[in-house]
């Protein structure tokens, strides 16, 4: 059992290996940015399953999955927004943590070892606001993440259903990309502005040209 993270407790009936009680600084990101506008949709959900006393549910539905690296660091490989919105969320210190569970060993790797693994298993994103970047400079706490509006697009279309959700780790980022090389302007605190974006989002995730990515749902209807 790592001794750092707290505890570990039982595993539930669907995981191997059991669950870790993880706090924010345990969590190394594999990524640069995510969707701020998504996050603080999520800062809102779990601000309200606090009130509703169902936070402990959410967690059960929220597991991280970890890779162990050298010096027994944690890294995340999906649920990023979920986490920074969990630690930032207007909710009590002690009620501050969600569960992980380690999917992969690679702390006999040295850090450029790692780091290649990780691309070649898709378990980690080097592309910060579409261009790439070494991952020496990933930020080493989630906290410091940036923002990629187009990945809040992605988020969007994900939850009205025009992307379809699937356990592929980073697949909103591919899709924030598309959006990106197609030029759709997205201006910071314009809810009309972004009512467009969204519309002409639509448009594009049910065309020809984006039948290459995942989550696909296929041809454009009438009405979104």
């Known amino acids: 059992m790592l001794a750092y993270p707290g505890p570990a407790i039982a595993a539930a009936e669907d995981l191997e290996t059991p669950l870790l009680e993880l706090r924010e600084h345990h969590l190394h990101p594999t990524q640069f940015t995510v ?3 998504a996050v603080k949709e999520k800062i809102k959900k779990i601000e309200k399953l606090y009130k509703k006393d ?3 549910a959410y967690r059960r539905q929220k597991i991280i999955p970890l890779v162990l690296g050298k010096n027994e660091t944690l890294y995340m490989y999906d649920r990023h927004h979920t986490a920074l919105a969990f630690f ?3 909710i009590p210190t002690r009620e501050k943590f969600l569960y992980g569970n380690i999917q992969h060993n690679l702390e006999h790797l040295n850090l450029q070892e790692f780091w290649q693994e990780m691309e070649n298993n898709n378990l980690a994103y080097f592309f910060d606001n579409g261009g790439r970047r070494p991952a020496r400079e990933i930020p080493s706490q989630i906290r410091l993440l940036t923002d990629d509006p187009y990945r809040s697009l992605a988020w969007i279309l994900r939850e009205k259903g025009h992307i379809i959700k699937q356990a592929i780790p980073f697949m909103e ?3 924030a990309d598309f ?3 197609n030029n759709i302007l997205l ?3 314009n809810k009309k502005q972004w009512k467009r974006a969204t519309k002409i989002a639509i448009q594009l995730a049910h065309s020809p040209a984006a039948a290459h990515l995942p989550g696909f749902a296929g041809a454009a209807v ?3």
């Open 54 to 56: 169902a936070l402990a």
């Open 179 to 181: 959006f990106r090389a």
């Open 88 to 90: 930032a969320a207007a």
């Open 222 to 224: 009438d009405t979104f």
């Open 35 to 37: 969707g701020k506008k």
């Open 187 to 189: 201006v910071p605190n």
């Open 173 to 175: 980022f591919r899709w």
